[in-house]
């Protein structure tokens, strides 16, 4: 026998196998929250337009800002053995950039959760 077959034989029994412990040893006891069609805690009997505050996405796009320096500060070590003074001079560029950014929305109260 071929051992790709053999493979093949090994791995589709121990899928189904798998999926079949899978199918029957959980145990499924559902209540009223589990068949609820939301369990994210909002009201499934209320409106479905319920308002979010832009401050939770202004929070959220700041997250990822700051995330995606970390992303493009991270590979700077390695860079300053190359051409020192010139990655030095575009990591300061983006860390002033975005302290001015992160101080101004500080500022302006975009940071403050309550009014």
Do not use: H
């Not at 589990?34 to 997250?63: M, V």
Request: glycine residues 6%; proline residues 7%.
């Amino acid at each position: 026998m071929n051992l790709i077959t053999l493979m093949l034989i090994i791995s589709a029994a121990l899928s189904t196998i798998l999926i079949t412990i899978g199918f029957w040893l959980p145990l499924n006891n559902p209540d009223t929250e589990k068949l609820s069609p939301y369990e994210c805690g909002f009201d499934p009997l209320g409106s479905a337009r319920l308002p979010f505050s832009i401050r939770f996405f202004l929070i959220a796009i700041l997250f990822l800002l700051f995330d995606l320096e970390i992303a493009l500060l991270l590979p700077t070590p390695w860079a300053s053995q190359m051409l020192p003074m010139f990655t030095l001079l575009w990591s300061t560029i983006i860390l002033l950039l975005l302290t001015v950014g992160l101080m101004y929305e500080w500022v302006q109260g975009g940071l403050e959760w309550a009014e």
